[in-house]
């Protein structure tokens, strides 16, 4: 069975600060890893995601995420965060050969000040 | 348009009333999904159609009914619903149902439900 945990509902940083969304997994298999933003009043959009390769991977908008097999984790970074940065964070896993279907974790907003 | 629309954006309805959400993509993907999102909680999987062929029931309440006429079109009908059933309910599509390497879900923006 697959689960996603991220740690802190609410993260909040200053303009320019290093942004760090974590999130840990659970799976049985090799998980496939996403992360998604939500901005408000729209759906979700990917970010990012590992399938299988390279365990830095870039995405949009200046994020990166490692994934990290003996830590079962996949945190997400920005090195300075931007004003409209300012969303609902969700990290997701599905499994190669498993559960096909990703389980979303309970979200992380970030809040960005001046 | 393009991606994937839903309608209506907001719905206000009575524990009594029956209505439809409707969510359509333009993407040309066999699977559609239907999740429900309430604040500070995962996003629950519902439903689930493969080539309009329904493939998952995630134990929904019967309140709850999807239709899924083409591979382009989903409905959730709703009756007799409860306050607690109050959410963002989202729309997804896929190209195939195994989400993982080149294959992703596209969502809608949402329909947010209230329920008096």
């Known amino acids: 069975a697959q689960s996603v945990t991220q740690l802190g509902s609410h993260v909040s940083v200053s303009e320019g600060a290093l942004v760090l969304l974590r999130c840990n997994y659970s799976?049985?298999?090799?998980?496939?890893l996403f992360w998604y933003v939500q901005y408000p009043n729209q759906g979700l959009q990917l970010l990012l995601k590992?399938?299988?390769?390279?365990?830095l991977v870039k995405g949009i908008n200046g994020f990166e995420a490692e994934f990290k097999k003996s830590e079962t984790s996949f945190h997400l970074t920005k090195p300075s965060a931007h004003m409209s940065d300012a969303a609902e964070y969700f990290c997701?896993?599905?499994?190669?050969?498993?559960?096909?279907?990703?389980?979303f974790g309970r979200g992380t907003s970030l809040i960005v000040h001046p | 348009e393009t991606g994937v629309t839903q309608t209506p954006r907001h719905l206000v309805m009575g524990m009594t009333n029956k209505k439809s959400l409707k969510c359509e993509q333009h993407?040309?993907?066999?699977?559609m999904y239907w999740y429900k999102q309430s604040a500070k909680k995962p996003l629950e999987l519902m439903f689930v159609?493969?080539?309009?062929?329904?493939?998952e029931n995630n134990s929904v309440p019967s309140r709850f009914s999807p239709e899924c006429p083409n591979s382009s079109h989903l409905f959730l009908h709703l009756h007799t619903l409860q306050p607690e059933d109050s959410a963002l309910y989202l729309c997804?599509?896929?190209?195939?149902?195994?989400?993982?390497?080149?294959?992703?879900?596209?969502f809608g923006p949402g329909t947010r439900l209230t329920v008096l």
């Open positions: 159609y493969n080539f309009k062929e329904q493939t």
């Open positions: 997701a896993v599905s499994e190669f050969g498993g559960s096909y279907i990703p389980t």
């Open positions: 993407l040309g993907h066999n699977a």
């Open positions: 590992y399938t299988t390769g390279a365990t």
């Open positions: 799976s049985s298999v090799p998980p496939y």
């Open positions: 997804a599509s896929s190209q195939a149902l195994i989400v993982g390497g080149d294959n992703e879900q596209f």
